[in-house]
């Protein structure tokens, strides 16, 4: 089928143009932040899916075995059925009818959605001890026949489509008129009405790092990740607080998602699994130092955090998780560390990264890659599985979608997502009053240091913490 395409007019600040979707359900941006990151470079949007997917944990009484047994309702055509299939199996095979060729297109529309941290509960066995939220599901995915793709190297803008289900003549000139007519939305009003609090005190937080401390010492892990959550009272449309979010800290893997009554704002710098053409890569970071805002300061930071053993030991252990996990899916041979403790700045904070390649097995789809990494490495510790069991042992709340991944899975096969760290999630009531909440948390190991750690998940939640102070009391 051929592939339809209309070309835009460029602008190189794309919160502009997905104000014209902003305001539609299931409409998503996958933002690289630009004009102001120096690292992405495409921009994806899409809204209308064809077909939704939200899994849900089953509550049931009769369902001994909860974390196992998702529910999950699927729409199309506008009935909706329920399964409790694994929803990896799920979207494998509702994508499976919808074959594409790869073109130079990164995507031309597929999936496209989140999948919460918890989501591990469909891989892994874990107890069951935090407080959960059952309201926000474990999956939300579209299935969109339509996207923008904004390229900010080639400075273009296009939209297409495969047709596969919206392809009448008036459907795509209506999309062709939507874009090429000007924007008549408004900014949204939003307003935090209360202080943010955090679910742990710093005596809490103490008491917490000192058990991953005896963990590590008895022999039961080498690293843990732990986090806090802070959330605050909120009204109103969070599309308002994720432009001012992006205007402080833009990063290369930004989104957002609007699901309603649920929105999602992340302002990831972290990717955490592409495919193209089968070429896998995974970027995880460990290490983080803040910003200064004394240049001599802030360069003395960076090479103190390049230098800096500890961390290096750190990110070479997830780096080592991350090659086990690819592997999985990954032809034998072809897994490889290509770089190690890269320097990357922004806004708020320096971070290593490391990039780790392989090449994707035929027999393979990305789906299937997705669930054996799933959750990333560089958010649980190592070894992940023990490191999961002390997260939901010692983190009061479950983390949801805080530390799952957000991006899509073309109809060609290709897939990006990243790791949803900075990542902020809005729930509303029916009667409008929310809550804005969003976790910040670092990698313990052996040598880790109490005041040290406390203090780097306070840096990492800077540009959250000022995106709320902004918009308090307005």
Same mark, same amino acid.
């Given at each position: 089928?051929? $592939?339809?395409?209309?070309?835009?007019?460029?602008?190189?600040?794309?919160?502009e143009?997905?104000?014209?979707?902003?305001?539609?359900?299931?409409?998503?941006?996958l933002? /690289?932040?630009?004009?102001?990151?120096?690292?992405?470079?495409?921009?994806?949007?899409?809204?209308?899916?064809?077909?939704?997917?939200?899994?849900?944990?089953?509550?049931?009484?009769?369902?001994?075995? /909860?974390?196992?047994?998702?529910?999950t309702?699927?729409?199309?055509?506008?009935?909706t059925?329920?399964?409790?299939? !694994?929803?990896?199996?799920?979207?494998?095979?509702? $994508?499976?009818?919808?074959?594409?060729?790869k073109n130079?297109?990164?995507?031309?529309?597929g999936?496209v959605?989140?999948?919460a941290?918890d989501?591990?509960?469909?891989?892994?066995?874990l107890p069951d $001890?935090?407080?959960?939220?059952?309201?926000?599901?474990?999956?939300?995915?579209?299935?969109?026949?339509?996207?923008? $793709?904004?390229?900010h190297?080639e400075?273009?803008?296009?939209?297409?489509?495969h047709?596969?289900?919206?392809?009448t003549?008036?459907?795509?000139q209506?999309?062709?008129?939507?874009? !090429?007519?000007?924007?008549?939305?408004?900014?949204? !009003?939003?307003?935090?009405?209360?202080?943010?609090?955090?679910?742990?005190?710093?005596?809490?937080?103490?008491?917490?790092?000192?058990?991953v401390?005896?963990?590590?010492t008895?022999?039961?892990?080498?690293?843990?990740?732990l986090?806090?959550?802070?959330?605050?009272?909120?009204?109103?449309?969070a599309?308002?607080?994720?432009?001012?979010l992006?205007?402080?800290?833009p990063?290369?893997?930004?989104?957002?998602l609007?699901?309603?009554?649920l929105?999602i704002?992340?302002g990831?710098?972290?990717?955490?699994?592409?495919?193209?053409n089968?070429?896998?890569?995974?970027?995880p970071?460990?290490?983080?130092?803040p910003r200064?805002?004394?240049?001599a300061?802030?360069?003395?930071?960076?090479k103190d955090?390049q230098?800096s053993?500890?961390?290096?030991?750190?990110?070479?252990?997830?780096?080592?998780?991350?090659?086990?996990?690819?592997s999985?899916?990954?032809?034998?041979?072809s897994?490889k560390?290509?770089?190690?403790f890269?320097?990357?700045?922004?806004?708020?904070?320096h971070?290593l990264?490391?990039?780790?390649?392989?090449?994707?097995?035929k027999?393979?789809?990305?789906?299937?890659?997705?669930?054996?990494?799933?959750?990333?490495?560089?958010?649980? &510790?190592?070894?992940?599985l023990? /490191?999961?069991?002390?997260?939901?042992?010692?983190?009061?709340?479950?983390?949801?979608?805080?530390c799952?991944?957000?991006?899509?899975?073309?109809?060609?096969g290709?897939?990006?997502?990243?790791?949803a760290?900075?990542?902020?999630?809005?729930s509303?009531?029916?009667?409008?009053?929310?809550?804005?909440s969003?976790?910040? &948390?670092? &990698?313990?190991?052996?040598?880790?240091?109490?005041?040290?750690?406390?203090?780097?998940?306070?840096?990492?939640?800077?540009?959250?913490?000022?995106?709320?102070?902004?918009?308090?009391?307005k």
């Amino acid at each position: 089928m051929r $592939l339809l395409k209309h070309p835009l007019k460029y602008n190189a600040n794309s919160a502009e143009l997905f104000n014209r979707l902003s305001h539609k359900p299931w409409s998503i941006l996958l933002d /690289s932040g630009q004009p102001q990151s120096q690292y992405g470079r495409y921009d994806v949007m899409v809204a209308d899916p064809f077909i939704t997917i939200s899994s849900f944990e089953d509550v049931a009484e009769d369902n001994l075995d /909860s974390d196992k047994r998702l529910r999950t309702e699927i729409t199309q055509n506008g009935l909706t059925t329920i399964t409790h299939e !694994d929803p990896f199996a799920i979207l494998n095979r509702l $994508l499976a009818p919808y074959q594409a060729t790869k073109n130079a297109l990164p995507f031309c529309g597929g999936a496209v959605g989140y999948f919460a941290y918890d989501l591990a509960r469909q891989v892994e066995r874990l107890p069951d $001890l935090a407080l959960k939220n059952v309201t926000i599901p474990h999956m939300m995915v579209g299935i969109y026949d339509w996207a923008v $793709l904004i390229d900010h190297r080639e400075k273009t803008a296009v939209l297409v489509s495969h047709g596969f289900q919206q392809a009448t003549h008036d459907h795509w000139q209506e999309l062709c008129a939507l874009f !090429d007519g000007p924007s008549l939305m408004q900014p949204a !009003d939003f307003v935090i009405t209360t202080p943010v609090s955090s679910n742990m005190t710093f005596k809490q937080y103490a008491t917490a790092f000192d058990a991953v401390k005896n963990y590590i010492t008895e022999g039961d892990c080498y690293q843990v990740n732990l986090a806090q959550r802070f959330s605050a009272k909120a009204q109103g449309n969070a599309w308002t607080a994720y432009h001012k979010l992006r205007e402080i800290s833009p990063a290369p893997f930004m989104a957002f998602l609007n699901f309603g009554r649920l929105q999602i704002l992340s302002g990831s710098p972290e990717r955490f699994l592409q495919v193209l053409n089968r070429h896998v890569e995974t970027r995880p970071i460990k290490g983080t130092r803040p910003r200064a805002d004394d240049a001599a300061l802030d360069r003395q930071l960076a090479k103190d955090l390049q230098a800096s053993i500890k961390d290096k030991a750190e990110n070479l252990m997830i780096v080592d998780l991350l090659r086990n996990d690819i592997s999985k899916s990954c032809e034998i041979g072809s897994v490889k560390a290509d770089q190690l403790f890269q320097l990357q700045s922004f806004a708020n904070v320096h971070h290593l990264v490391s990039i780790v390649t392989g090449t994707l097995q035929k027999t393979k789809t990305a789906i299937d890659l997705l669930r054996g990494c799933f959750p990333g490495g560089s958010i649980t &510790g190592a070894p992940k599985l023990r /490191s999961m069991q002390i997260i939901e042992a010692l983190e009061p709340h479950r983390r949801g979608v805080y530390c799952g991944a957000i991006g899509y899975i073309g109809f060609d096969g290709n897939m990006d997502t990243n790791i949803a760290i900075r990542t902020m999630v809005y729930s509303a009531s029916e009667d409008g009053e929310g809550e804005i909440s969003f976790y910040a &948390g670092g &990698g313990i190991v052996a040598d880790s240091v109490l005041e040290k750690e406390y203090d780097e998940t306070l840096d990492k939640a800077s540009s959250m913490l000022k995106t709320v102070q902004f918009f308090k009391g307005k």
